[in-house]
Nanobody, 120 residues
Framework: QVQLVESGGGLVQPGGSLRLSCAASGSIFSINAMGWYRQAPGKQRELVAAFTSGGTTNYADSVKGRFSISRDNAKNTVYLQMNSLKPEDTAVYYC??????????????WGQGTQVSVSS
């Protein structure tokens, strides 16, 4: 079984920063893709930033220049550094990973989400 443990969410004022972490653990053969999505009330879940299986990064237009994604492969961990936060960034942020397990099959896993609230 895989666990995706998210941390780093919280309350912050506009212009502030937060750093989210997502650590995957379990019977992992390889992590093919990993990143962050978010969902605000009444809105669809959207990609924020992610590493693709090819090692490239994708960012939502709304966060380019403010957010950066990084990873520590040895720790199966992905980070999201969020700077210059805006109220519009308020959402539940979900870690997502496409993982090949030791059984040889690919699975999509979601974390339980961490709340990010940006308010003045």
């Amino acid at each position: 079984q895989v666990q995706l443990v998210e941390s780093g969410g919280g309350l912050v004022q506009p212009g502030g920063s937060l750093r989210l972490s997502c650590a995957a653990s379990g019977s992992i053969f390889s992590i093919n893709a990993m990143g962050w999505y978010r969902q605000a009330p009444g809105k669809q879940r959207e990609l924020v930033a992610a590493f693709t299986s090819g090692g490239t990064t994708n960012y939502a237009d709304s966060v380019k220049g403010r957010f950066s994604i990084s990873r520590d492969n040895a720790k199966n961990t992905v980070y999201l550094q969020m700077n210059s936060l805006k109220p519009e960034d308020t959402a539940v942020y979900y870690c997502n990973a496409e993982i090949t397990m030791v059984d040889g099959y690919e699975y999509n896993y979601w974390g339980q989400g961490t709340q990010v609230s940006v308010s003045s």
